[in-house]
């Protein structure tokens, strides 16, 4: 018998609904011009260094389908938008033994004005600019290790729509 196809709906990115996962960063009108701490940034291995990473992406075309999803045991992990246009962040809650409940996933059309970092341990897919093309940075502690990140290969790919 055929697993049910997964259908994940976009919904406007915002701090509360994604608060299981991470925290939402933007800058909002009458916030003071600085707000330290605004992300919280873990690593737990002593030996991992910071990356600091630019990539760049080419836009995803709604409906899309995504098959591999990843998660960093041992670090948070900061995405934030360069070229300021919008783009989606698609997670999954996890059970008891840390597996991903891929039915219950979130997917989120987030503004170019926000960035998001995921909170260790979160499973979610890779980024994937809208519209245009996207330039991110990307913030995580390695050390080299496979212990740096996990994928786990999807029995039944996941659909996003707007």
């Known amino acids: 018998m055929d697993s049910p196809a ?9 701090a509360e609904a994604f608060a299981p996962f991470g925290q939402v960063l933007a800058w909002r009108e009458g916030e003071h011009p600085r707000r330290n701490y605004a992300a919280a940034l873990f690593n737990d291995r002593p030996a991992a260094k910071p990356n600091l990473r630019v990539q760049r992406t080419q836009p995803t075309t709604l409906p899309c ?8 045991r041992h670090s948070s992990q900061l995405f934030a ?3 300021g246009g919008p783009y989606f962040v698609i ?3 996890s059970d008891a033994n ?3 409940i891929v039915a219950e996933g979130i997917a989120f059309a987030a503004r170019g004005d926000q960035a998001v970092n995921y909170s260790r341990d979160t499973w979610h897919s890779g980024f994937m600019a809208r519209e245009r093309p996207g330039t991110f940075l990307m913030l995580r502690w390695e050390d080299g290790t496979p212990g740096d990140e ?13």
């Open 91 to 93: 997670v999954f809650p």
């Open 6 to 14: 997964i259908v994940l709906t976009l919904r406007p990115l915002e």
């Open 81 to 83: 938008p360069l070229s």
């Open 65 to 72: 389908s995504i098959a591999l999803i990843e998660r960093h």
């Open 150 to 162: 996990e994928f786990l290969t999807l029995d039944v790919p996941v659909t996003i729509r707007g």
């Open 98 to 100: 840390g597996d991903p």
